[in-house]
Structure formats: C-alpha cells, structure tokens
C-alpha cells in the first residue's frame, strides 16, 4: 500500500513539473507558442554520440518538412485588419487596438502575395541543416555519392529541397543528384487518409475539444484590451476567430524578414499565450496523435511512408555505396510519423485533454519549421549483414520503443521486424 501511495506521489509530481516545464518554458520563450510555426532552432545536441568501434555511416533516409513560411491564405491576414479598421471607423478602438491595426497594416504588406511561400530564413534553416548533416556524416557524401532527392509538389517544399541541394553540392561538386516533385509520390509523402479523417469530424470529438477549449480558452480579456466598448464587442467581434488570427499572425511572425521589427506578442498575457497554445497543441493531438477520441489510428496516416523509408533502406543498403534518400514535405506528415513510430514516447494515448502537454506531447519539440528525421545507417564493411541505425529528430538523437544493447543505436533487424509488425497489424 505504502509503495502504491509513493508511486502516486511520485506521478504526480511528474505531472506537476511537467506542466510547470512546459508553461514557464513558453513565457521564457515566446516563440515556442508558434508551436508548428516556430521557427527551426537549430540542433539542440551539438555533440552526438560516437558510432560503436567499427562502424561507419553509409547511408542516409530522411523526411523533413519545408523551411520558415507565410501564414497560407490571404484571409488570415486581411480578416483580422478589416475588423480593426471597421472599429476604428465608428470610434470602437483603444490606443492598444489602433496601435496593433498600424502594425498589422504593416505586416500586410510584408506578406502580400506571398502566401504560404518560403521565407529567406526557412532558406537558410535548409542549408544550415545540409550543412550540417555532410559535415557529421562525411563518409555518405563522400566522392560521387549518390542522391536522391523528392519533394511534395508545394513550391516552398520544392523550394526547401533545392536550398539542401544547392548546399550539398557547394560541399561536394562531385555528387550524382536527381531531384523530382511529382504528383505520383504523394501516396507516400503527402497523404490524407479520408477514411482517418472522417473520426476527427465525428460529432463526440468535437463535442469533447469544444467543451474542453469553452472552460480553458478565455478570448474575452484580449477584446477589452483593443476595443473600448463591451456592447461593441459582444455584437460586432467572432471573439475566439479574431483571438486565433492574432495568435497566429504573432507566432508567424518569427519566420519572416519583420520578426526584429514587430511583435504583437505583448497584446496576450504569458496565461493567454500559454492556454492560446494548449488550444493548438490538443488539437495536433487529436488529428494526428493516438488519442483515444479517434481510436489511436490518426498515426496510422503515415503507414505508407514508414514502409516506404523501410522498403528504401533495405534496397539501398543492398549497395555498395547509396548515398542518400532525402524527402521533402510538411508538419502534417512528421508528427504523426513520429508517433506511428513511438519516437520519445509520443505514440502515448491520453484520455483527458488537460493532460496531454503534462505527459510531455508538445508540438514545438517536433515539428518547427524544417523540421525533420534523419535514418543513419551504420556498418563496418560491405559483408556486414548486422546494420545499425540512429534516428535523429531535428538533428537530435531519439529513443525507440524498442530494447537496444548499444543506445541510441539500434540494429536495424529489430526496428525492421517491430514496425512491419505494427504495420501489419493494421486494418485498413
């Protein structure tokens, strides 16, 4: 009984801290309530762990998602502006308010036409991060290696691949690169699965998120800060709709040439920010996690990629020297990826909302702009038929759900045999 109550104890507090962790990281950061839209903060472990005596790298699999981008419609910036201006024009606005219409007037600008388009930083998020993975991995592009290069047929995708490219090649002249975006790939690398889709729309998980954003998401305080007439507020403002465009043209802000300039992050409250990203942050996890509102299967979305990058390694490592196989795409692919796979605990199913970024699920930990995965492949010679591999995420080595004598190296054997397994357990 004693030991019962101790482990309880000891939950809780794990809870507590985690909560705590994730809250005060935010106010100490701002920009990780971008969650997707936080920018790439480059690798976070700068030293990695040395590879067993013997082994060397010979190949590389990779997903990432495209680099720092617009927000994608021109709605999400106009919509905002225009309800702004219209309280201006009858007398509705605060100081607050008016200054905040002038800066999103500038932010207009900034964005025009270019929406959902790559960004100078997401450009140089992607070549910070080829440079990086030839430098710690020199054997694979070695000489004339050879390349392979994919993209989903979205310009700042494409755009994000050439930028790794372009970098890879001022590194090494020699190397053999195809690059293609085409339609035909998109099973793999950008699918919607409709049948999936369909229990993110049934009636008891709306029910469940609504209730949940009702008692957690307060809009109101924001309102009075920007507008100076409560009558004006309840009749004319979509309260939580303009508090969301806000947040989000706040927390986009860091991908783009203004983010030095401007920020709107002082019209929120370090509460606000907090809960604004909580709000965010479950409903990834709905959509792509393994909740148990939608039967744990939303990861289940990226089967068709996790074989792809199986069945590629297992022919690739059949070569001599192959080189590399680098896929270029988006967020909606690497989080639930990485939650199929089980990568850092994140295929955890979690009954209650509240509880979701206590037990450790966080969207800025895993998909930021350019976010991405790295398969290293490892062996001591051609012969060698015992191949070993490490994950990296975001240039930072992960742990599998999987028992491992040489961590955070894995034979490949195991991690083949547990996600075939998982995959073929699946019903469609």
Same mark, same amino acid.
């Given at each position: 009984?004693?030991r019962?109550? @101790?482990? +309880?104890?000891?939950?809780?507090? @794990? ?11 935010? /106010? ?17 472990q ?10 060397h790298? @010979? ?6 998602r495209h ?5 994608t ?12 201006r ?19 007037? #500038? ?6 036409n ?6 100078k ?11 990086r ?19 989903? &047929? %979205?310009?700042?995708?494409?755009l ?13 002249p020699?190397?053999? /690169? ?6 035909h ?6 699918l ?6 369909k229990l993110?729309?049934?009636?008891? +998980? ?6 949940w954003?009702?008692e957690? %998401? ?12 409560t ?16 947040? =989000? ?12 300039? /401007?920020?709107?992050?002082?019209i929120?409250?370090?509460s ?13 996890? /709905? ?5 148990p ?7 289940y =979305? ?18 001599? #020297? ?11 692919m %690497? ?5 199929l796979?089980g990568?850092?605990g ?5 009954k ?14 895993v ?9 290293? @492949? ?6 060698d038929?015992? +191949?070993? &591999?490490? &994950?990296?995420?975001?240039e930072?080595? %992960? ?8 961590a ?10 547990l ?9 469609e």
């Amino acid at each position: 009984m004693k030991r019962t109550i @101790f482990s +309880v104890l000891l939950l809780s507090l @794990f809870i507590t801290a985690s909560a705590q962790e994730a809250k005060q990281q935010i /106010i100490a950061n701002h920009y990780l309530a971008g969650s997707t839209y936080y920018a790439y903060p480059g690798p976070q472990q700068k030293v990695l762990t040395p590879a067993p005596k013997g082994e060397h790298p @010979f190949y590389i699999s990779h997903y990432g998602r495209h680099g720092s981008r617009y927000l994608t419609s021109k709605e999400e910036y106009s919509e905002p502006l225009a309800v702004l201006r219209e309280a201006e024009a009858k007398g509705k606005l605060t100081v607050k308010g008016q200054e905040v219409m002038r800066k999103l007037e #500038k932010i207009n600008a900034e964005a025009a036409n270019r929406y959902g388009e790559l960004t100078k930083l997401g450009a140089e998020q992607h070549k910070g991060i080829a440079k990086r993975m030839v430098q710690n991995f020199p054997e694979v592009f070695a000489d004339s290696a050879v390349i392979e290069a994919k993209s989903t &047929v %979205v310009i700042r995708c494409i755009l994000s691949m050439e930028n790794e490219l372009q970098q890879m090649l001022t590194m090494n002249p020699k190397l053999k /690169i195809t690059h293609d975006a085409s339609a035909h790939d998109l099973y793999y690398m950008n699918l919607s699965d409709p049948n999936l889709n369909k229990l993110c729309k049934e009636k008891a +998980v709306d029910s469940t998120y609504n209730a949940w954003k009702k008692e957690n %998401v307060n809009s109101y305080p924001l309102m009075t800060r920007l507008f100076n007439d409560t009558a004006y507020i309840n009749k004319n403002v979509n309260m939580d709709k303009l508090n969301y465009q806000l947040f =989000s043209i706040a927390t986009i802000l860091q991908n783009t040439e203004l983010r030095n300039k /401007i920020s709107l992050y002082d019209i929120f409250t370090d509460s606000e920010l907090y809960d604004d990203w909580r709000y965010e942050n479950n409903w990834w996890y /709905i959509h792509f996690g393994a909740c148990p509102l939608t039967e744990a299967k939303m990861p289940y =979305s990226q089967r068709y990629l996790l074989r792809n990058i199986i069945e590629e390694a297992d022919s690739c490592i059949a070569l001599p #020297k192959p080189g590399a196989t680098l896929r270029f795409g988006h967020d909606s692919m %690497v989080m639930p990826l990485v939650c199929l796979m089980g990568i850092n605990g994140y295929d955890q199913q979690i009954k209650d909302l509240n509880d979701v970024d206590l037990k450790g699920w966080r969207l800025y930990d895993v998909v930021p702009m350019a976010s991405n995965l790295q398969f290293i @492949f490892y062996r001591k010679n051609v012969k060698d038929k015992d +191949v070993l &591999v490490k &994950v990296l995420l975001n240039e930072k080595e %992960v742990k599998l759900p999987l028992k491992t004598d040489i961590a955070p190296y894995y034979h490949w054997k195991d991690v083949k045999d547990l996600y075939n397994a998982k995959l073929a357990a699946y019903k469609e």
